[in-house]
């Protein structure tokens, strides 16, 4: 795929969207290319929140969409520049006017009365309400154009002045631009510093030790606290490697030790701080007459210390004139990654540290959660489970399950044009499900609405921990075949809901996202309230890959009632959209009286069958994970198996049960561990390796 195909199927997928929403091609350009820049990590959330409009002194006015990262305290609002002729060119001047359209939008929000102009249930009020809310918080200013145009070569940088006295930036992205990225190495954004830009020769450093590693390097930095500020304020979040950022952005950012320190005790910094760790490909050095500097550094992340990091940006930036930065330095561990490796190794290995460096903090295994069991068991059930196919396909298809960011994608990249081909029907689009798709519906299903509407991040985190918690306490046991499929069940529910929606009388183009969830949510709660012995036959619809007729009427009636409750002038807080993210909002939903047809009953399982179903797939997850152990230990020769005999014995670190496994596995093949014995040996092997032991 190269990226003509790509921007043809881009714009296609577009049109389809749009036709099958009702709510146009621009909306629909605005929501799919903010959610490739999600997955590649470029935007922490999206909200759709149009407006235009002509303000003070008759100045154009207009927003497509914004997202706040509470974190870094950047604002970042999308334009959309969406003309699909061919051909076309985006010149400077009209870049300057789209540019100059978003900040007349923020100053009149600030500093006009056109919040009393807006209705009240519109998102674009919601917007201007958390402008105003957080005018005093915001740091940063990010103004970014998405367009179908290709970008003029004038344009190398488009300057923005600061707006009200806060820092701007504005960034232009076009269709090959997000081709450029979705088709890298990781699949998301990547940074790219200049170390001399932040301090005269780079960073001090010196090669922490000469042992020769095939994956990486490591190397002990000296980095100035401006410096460190400065990249902070330059790149912001996204700085941070995603776990880490998912963990801090749920905390309070700034320590208030780390804060006493930078304002009474700046020279005392380097000691008291435990510094901060750091993970790079690509890094250039020069030797000087002072010794070692890093110059240069792409793919650089904070993967440990990203408290120290945000606090000296908040000092300088909150206590103008008190903070000293320039007598600060932090010590910074640079592990640099060799770039050979291959992209799921990489990816560990950056976790793997991540885990390591982080193992004093109260951070989780949930939070270093893309390469969990749990997802791998997830990719094997899509790649294994066949669906009937629907639209008068022939023959069964896939739901792909994207372990991996942009996995769907870069799949197709390397294929011929009749390899995509059979791939895409295969594995059509619309069956493609992300972490953060099964996040939502889980969470949905699960009564949480409140938590699916706080953003991606913050539900997929919630998930995540909750999904290690039970993988810890059952083994695994629960998430097999039937999990994946009831997953996906729930996955044509929520996606037929957001579809009928705009296609209701009564919607006026907002909040589909929060009345999708909440929808869902309040249908699972009515079922267990008025048929307690009941649910809904999830395998049933995974079975004809179709939400059930009468399924459908309830979703498009409760749909009504959910926007009216999330609406209503007696809500809770004025802003709808913060109103969602609280608890007491789903409380308020799920007050709403509906009752159930009957013959919904013809849509639901008894608890008894649902039991048996769950017994059964249980005991399937338990002979696949058995023959996983058996497969695993029958892969290690019988030589190996008598090394850890050996090295085992010699340290007493087995029980009987572990030798008598131990001596058949030494008689490979000609006898064979039971399931129970080749999970004893697994265990024994991660014991034997932390203790030194190689195979």
Known sequence: MDAQEFRKDFLEDIKADALATGEGSCASFVSSFARYLQEAEYLLDFTSSYFEGTGKQNRKLRVDGYTYDEFDKTMSLIIADYDISDDRTLAKTQAGQLQNRLIYFINDALNTQLHRNLEMSRPCSDLVDLLREKRKEIRKYQLLIFTTANISATIKILESDNINGVPSECQIWDIERLFQLCGSDTGRHIIEINFKEHSENGIPCLEAS??????????????PGTALADLYDKYGSSLLEGNVRSFLSTKVAVNKKIRTTILQQPERFFAYNNGISATAMDVQFEHTEQGLFLVSARDFQIINGGQTTASLSSARYNYKGKANLG???????LT????????????????????????QNKVSDADFFSTHPFHVQMERCSQRLGARGTGGLQFETKWFYERARGQYLQKQMRMTASEKKKFLLKNPKNQLITKTDLAKVRNTWAGLPHIVSKGAQTNFTEFAQKISDAWEKDEGLLFGDKYFQESVALCLIFRYTEIIIPHQPWYQQGYRANIVTYTMAI???LIQAQFPKKDLDLMGI????AVPATVQNVLSELSECVYEKLTDPKRGVENVTQWCKREGCWSSVQSIEYKLPGEIEDCLVGQDAMRTVVKEARADRRIEMDADAMTKVVKIRPDQWRNAMAFAANRRMITPEEH????????????????????????LLERLYEEGFKL
């Open 210 to 223: 000469n042992v020769a590693a095939d994956d990486f390097k490591s190397y002990l930095c000296i980095i």
């Open 327 to 333: 007598a600060i330095f932090v010590q910074m561990k």
């Open 336 to 359: 640099v990654i060799n770039r050979t490796l291959e992209d799921d190794a990489a990816a560990t290995l950056v976790q793997n540290i991540s885990r390591s460096s982080n193992s």
């Open 523 to 525: 249908l699972h709660k």
């Open 542 to 545: 995974w079975t004809r890959q």
């Open 660 to 683: 008598t496994a131990l001596r058949i596995a030494c008689q490979l093949p000609a006898k064979v561990p039971t399931p129970t014995q080749s999970k004893k040996l697994i265990a």
